[in-house]
């Protein structure tokens, strides 16, 4: 299957999803084609007449900018840009973000405004294509100049020809994939290199891996909850719709409505309870799910507008004959929805483990760390410790990014957004929400099982999902090895079928 870039549609988070599991093909639509050589073609027309220096095109690059540099010396220029800013350390950047940021890259170019030639970014589809994935490092983005840094890193190999690629399944040298395909380096026309490295696609990539990830850890987070809810032998009261329509947040009553829904049909949740009340981790779920819920829904609003936007500099406007110097490559929309993303995501890891550990705390009939014979079995004690420490991380990875900034470039860029940041640390938070979702699923299931030795049973798609659990992770009748099962838990939710 192919995805055609189209300018004159919007790709929705949706799109991507589907591009990515269908593993979908790109190639570039003829009103794409039409507006990237329009485009190149006025700023080749610009160059010939331009009297007065144009920055990032006849000048240097940040504080250098008052230098104008010779019209034999524009290629070079784009080039020693590419090479000197490719400075990425830390550890890698995840292949399937690598993916993205190749896919953004290519759609930036595609509205027409960025003068990047039709040859490079068919390179950057051919790359993506092919599964071609430039070797990109985390640190170094200051998201402000753009990201520039890491897409340095990401073009070096992509569009120059040097540099390190994986690429069928190993890691080799990027002149070994140019001989193979009979690709040469491309010669970058004036502007090129810094519409290559300008732009907000490092950020947005992580945040749009982010956002995919977290709209599947909200359904999974509303649907274990189901599960330990009975477990827990709780009440459904907190759940009702009459209730939460006179607080009629959206992401609330949705919570709501998908325990209801998941819970129906329940004998242990229709039995009579002794208990007035719930603990808030579970009484509360509505609310603080539901929360979790309206930011990714606010966060994905922001990041679909971003990725459907030009986010180089200088914009080329063929149609004014303008060629304007302004700040679209600054990351501040996306750092702050970043952090906001990051704090939704871990509340959803808080308010799990606080549920694992009602779980294992002998109430309600279930016995002590949720094993026949605690004392000579520790049973589910250290699980909880070990969702309770990524729980401490979360919080921590949820220090503000988008607050700090520190000058650069000799204070030309005298506040930066530091998106960069906060896309890595929120890409570790969702990671992170899962293991933890996952921890609280392998004690829910242990729980509702011991419910099922007293005779009773929870909802149909409660025991669907715990039956299709059971044939990945066993119950634990006496003390084994737990951190294969807790593995075997998050790769049940990877690849479970929402």
């Known amino acids: 299957m192919e995805y055609q870039f189209n300018p004159e549609e919007r790709l929705t988070l949706a799109k991507i999803q589907e591009i990515v599991?269908?593993?979908?093909?790109?190639?570039?639509?003829?009103?794409?084609?039409?507006?990237?050589?329009?485009?190149?073609?006025?700023?080749?027309?610009?160059?010939?007449?331009?009297?007065?220096?144009?920055?990032?095109?006849?000048?240097?690059?940040?504080?250098?900018?008052?230098?104008?540099?010779?019209?034999e010396q524009l290629s070079q220029l784009q080039k020693n840009l590419v090479m000197s800013h490719a400075c990425g350390v830390g550890d890698e950047v995840p292949a399937e973000v690598v993916r993205l940021m190749l896919l953004l890259k290519a759609l930036n170019f595609c509205f027409g405004y960025s003068g990047a030639q039709l040859q490079t970014v068919q390179r950057l589809i051919d790359c993506y294509n092919d599964d071609v994935l430039p070797v990109v490092y985390q640190q170094g983005s200051l998201g402000a100049s753009g990201d520039l840094c890491p897409l340095a890193n990401l073009m070096l190999p992509a569009i120059l020809g040097m540099g390190e690629v994986y690429w069928k399944g190993r890691r080799c040298d990027v002149k070994e994939v140019y001989q193979a395909k009979g690709w040469q380096p491309i010669e970058l026309q004036s502007k090129e290199g810094l519409a290559l490295l300008n732009?907000?696609?490092?950020?947005?990539?992580?945040?749009?891996?982010?956002?995919?990830?977290?709209?599947?850890?909200?359904?999974?987070?509303?649907?274990?909850?189901?599960?330990?809810?009975?477990?827990?032998?709780?009440?459904?009261?907190?759940?009702?719709?009459?209730?939460?329509?006179?607080?009629?947040?959206?992401?609330?009553?949705?919570?709501?409505?998908?325990?209801?829904?998941?819970?129906?049909?329940?004998?242990?949740?229709?039995?009579?309870?002794?208990?007035?009340?719930?603990?808030?981790?579970?009484?509360?779920?509505?609310?603080?799910?539901?929360?979790?819920?309206?930011?990714?829904?606010?966060?994905?609003?922001?990041?679909?507008?971003?990725?459907?936007?030009?986010?180089?500099?200088?914009?080329?406007?063929?149609?004014?004959?303008?060629?304007?110097?302004?700040?679209?490559?600054?990351?501040?929309?996306?750092?702050?929805?970043?952090?906001?993303?990051?704090?939704?995501?871990?509340?959803?890891?808080?308010?799990?483990?606080?549920?694992?550990?009602?779980?294992?705390?002998?109430?309600?009939?279930?016995?002590?760390?949720?094993?026949?014979?605690?004392?000579?079995?520790?049973?589910?004690?250290i699980p909880q410790y070990t969702a309770a420490a990524i729980v401490s991380q979360s919080k921590q990875l949820c220090t503000p990014a988008s607050v700090d900034s520190i000058p650069s470039s000799q204070n030309q860029e005298d506040l930066v957004s530091m998106g960069g940041n906060a896309a890595t640390k929120c890409y570790r938070v969702c990671e992170n929400t899962e293991r933890v979702l996952a921890i609280e699923l392998f004690n829910a299931a242990q729980a509702l099982d011991f419910r099922h030795q007293e005779g009773l049973k929870s909802s149909p798609k409660v025991e669907q999902m715990v039956g299709d659990y059971r044939k990945n992770v066993n119950f634990v009748d006496i003390d084994e090895i737990m951190y294969k099962h807790i593995h075997s838990s998050v790769k049940f939710l990877r690849e479970m079928a929402l």
């Open 21 to 71: 599991d269908k593993k979908m093909t790109l190639a570039l639509s003829e009103e794409a084609k039409r507006r990237i050589e329009k485009c190149r073609a006025y700023l080749n027309r610009k160059m010939e007449n331009q009297k007065v220096p144009i920055y990032g095109v006849t000048t240097g690059f940040g504080s250098l900018c008052n230098i104008s540099i010779s019209k």
């Open 199 to 381: 732009g907000t696609q490092f950020m947005s990539s992580y945040a749009v891996w982010s956002l995919l990830k977290a709209m599947r850890l909200s359904r999974q987070a509303d649907m274990v909850l189901s599960l330990s809810l009975d477990a827990f032998d709780g009440r459904i009261e907190p759940f009702y719709e009459c209730l939460h329509m006179v607080r009629p947040h959206k992401g609330q009553l949705e919570t709501a409505a998908a325990v209801r829904e998941m819970l129906d049909g329940s004998e242990i949740i229709k039995r009579h309870k002794e208990h007035v009340q719930d603990p808030y981790s579970f009484r509360c779920a509505p609310q603080v799910h539901g929360a979790a819920k309206d930011t990714i829904r606010y966060v994905a609003s922001v990041v679909e507008t971003e990725i459907n936007s030009t986010t180089d500099n200088p914009i080329v406007l063929p149609d004014e004959d303008m060629v304007i110097s302004g700040g679209h490559f600054h990351g501040e929309p996306l750092a702050m929805v970043l952090d906001f993303l990051a704090i939704a995501v871990a509340e959803l890891g808080a308010i799990s483990e606080r549920r694992t550990y009602q779980l294992i705390d002998a109430k309600r009939g279930l016995p002590s760390f949720l094993v026949a014979k605690p004392g000579l079995n520790s049973g589910f004690m």
